[in-house]
T-cell receptor
Framework: IAGITQAPTSQILAAGRRMTLRCTQD?????MYWYRQDLGLGLRLIHY???????GKGEVPDGYSVSRANTDDFPLTLASAVPSQTSVYFC?????????????FGPGTRLTVL | GQNIDQPTEMTATEGAIVQINCTYQ??????LFWYQQHAGEAPTFLSY????GLEEKGRFSSFLSRSKGYSYLLLKELQMKDSASYLC??????????FGTGTRLKVLA
């Protein structure tokens, strides 16, 4: 693995179902992020984690939860999916210890909720 | 509120120079980033400005004026592969990044 991987690449999901999007990085970065990207709205931060064991809310956290059990993995869970959660989801990481830092993005997960 | 404005779309000719502007109003400022995103792909880092002035990186340069809340990305000697969306992003707080909606650049032969 080199960089950030996300799984699945794409998914069609029935409304009300639970779904976990996976994200793994091998760069030993401290910070990780989840964004959603919607046409006309740009990238919006859902949740972030500054280090293993700590998470925080971004701009649009409702309906999503995250965990950071270790440095490498940062899964995003939709407890009960709704159609408005149809989007492309990007995971990102940065070395960051709080300062401005370059983010490295995964390839994305295209999620459709019907 | 927090807001980043960029033009939605621009068109330029191969070999030309194009300037993509970005204005921002954010509650905090810890730096401004430019990312390139090809259709269907992930954003990739282009440049970072935290102090006023120009940062140059090969064919790409980025400028920042913090007092004006303004930045631009300058692309020289345009190539067809530069056709992509260009995202302006501001770090407005610790671990908080605000992205603009992106400027879709079309490079014509």
């Amino acid at each position: 693995i080199a960089g950030i991987t996300q799984a699945p690449t794409s998914q069609i999901l029935a409304a009300g179902r639970r779904m976990t999007l996976r994200c793994t990085q091998d760069m030993r970065h401290n910070a990780m992020y989840w964004y959603r990207q919607d046409l006309g709205l740009g990238l919006r931060l859902i949740h972030y984690s500054n280090t293993a064991g700590t998470t925080g809310k971004g701009e649009v956290p409702d309906g999503y939860s995250v965990s950071r059990a270790n440095t490498d993995d940062f899964p995003l869970t939709l407890a009960s999916a709704v159609p408005s959660q149809t989007s492309v989801y990007f995971c990102a990481s940065s070395e960051s210890s709080g300062g401005a830092d370059t983010q490295y993005f995964g390839p994305g997960t295209r999620l459709t909720v019907l | 509120g927090q807001n980043i404005d960029q033009p939605t779309e621009m068109t330029a000719t191969e070999g030309a120079i194009v300037q993509i502007n970005c204005t921002y109003q954010t509650s905090g400022f810890n730096g401004l980033f430019w990312y390139q995103q090809h259709a269907g792909e992930a954003p990739t880092f282009l440049s970072y400005n935290v102090l006023d002035g120009l940062e140059e990186k090969g064919r790409f340069s980025s400028f920042l004026s913090r007092s004006k809340g303004y930045s631009y990305l300058l692309l020289k000697e345009l190539q067809m592969k530069d056709s992509a969306s260009y995202l302006c992003a501001v770090m407005s707080g610790t671990y908080k990044y605000i992205f603009g909606t992106g400027t879709r650049l079309k490079v014509l032969a």
